[in-house]
C-alpha cells in the first residue's frame, strides 16, 4: 500500500514493453516463416515426401516427432500449426493414427519446442522477467528436456495413454 510510486510504475512499464516487444518479435518473424513456407507449397511437398517414405504410423510419428521439434525451436507455436498441420495430418490420418493422439503429440513437441535454444520463446521471456542472460538459461534447461522428451516418446509410442479418456467418454 501507498510503495506504487511513478518511477516505479514508469520502470514497469518499460519492462513490459521490453519483454512485450522482444516476444512480438520473434512471433512476427515466425509469421513471415510460415508465410513463405505456404508461398513455397512446402506442406504440399513434404506431405507427398512422408508418405513416399512409409505408410507405418509409428514412422510416420517419430518422422513427424523430429519434424516438429526442429520446427517447434525456431518458430512460434500457432504459426508452427498453421504450417504443419496441413503436413502432417492428411498422411498421418491415411496411416491410421488417432487425430486425439496426433494432437496431442503436435502439442507436447511445439511445447518442448518453446523451451528449446536457439529461439526458445519461453526461455527468452523466463531470461527477461529473471533478469538471467538467455545464454544462461539455455545451458540450465538442458536437463529438464530430458525428461520430455522420454514422455513424449512415451505418448507417442502407446497411443492409448492419450487416447483412453475420449475413448471411455464419447465411443462405445
Request: hydrophobic fraction near 60%; aromatic fraction near 8%; charge should be neutral.
Amino acid at each position: 500500500y501507498k510503495e506504487l510510486t511513478w518511477e516505479r510504475l514508469l520502470a514497469g512499464a518499460r519492462d513490459t514493453v521490453r519483454a512485450t516487444a522482444t516476444i512480438m518479435f520473434i512471433v512476427s518473424a515466425a509469421a513471415i516463416f510460415a508465410w513463405v513456407l505456404t508461398v513455397e507449397q512446402v506442406p504440399a511437398q513434404m506431405s507427398g515426401l512422408l508418405l513416399g517414405f512409409s505408410q507405418n504410423p509409428v514412422v510416420l510419428l517419430l518422422l513427424a516427432n523430429v519434424m516438429l521439434l526442429v520446427v517447434g525451436m525456431f518458430m512460434e507455436s500457432i504459426a508452427a500449426i498453421m504450417v504443419m498441420t496441413p503436413l502432417l495430418v492428411p498422411p498421418l490420418m491415411e496411416a491410421g493414427v488417432d487425430p486425439v493422439h496426433l494432437g496431442i503429440v503436435v502439442v507436447l513437441n511445439l511445447m518442448i519446442g518453446l523451451l528449446t535454444p536457439p529461439v526458445g520463446m519461453s526461455l527468452y521471456l523466463v531470461s527477461i522477467i529473471s533478469n538471467v542472460p538467455f545464454a544462461r538459461m539455455a545451458r540450465v534447461i538442458w536437463p529438464f528436456l530430458v525428461p520430455l522428451l522420454v514422455s513424449l516418446l512415451i505418448v507417442t509410442l502407446v497411443p492409448s495413454i492419450s487416447t483412453w479418456l475420449p475413448d471411455l467418454m464419447f465411443r462405445k
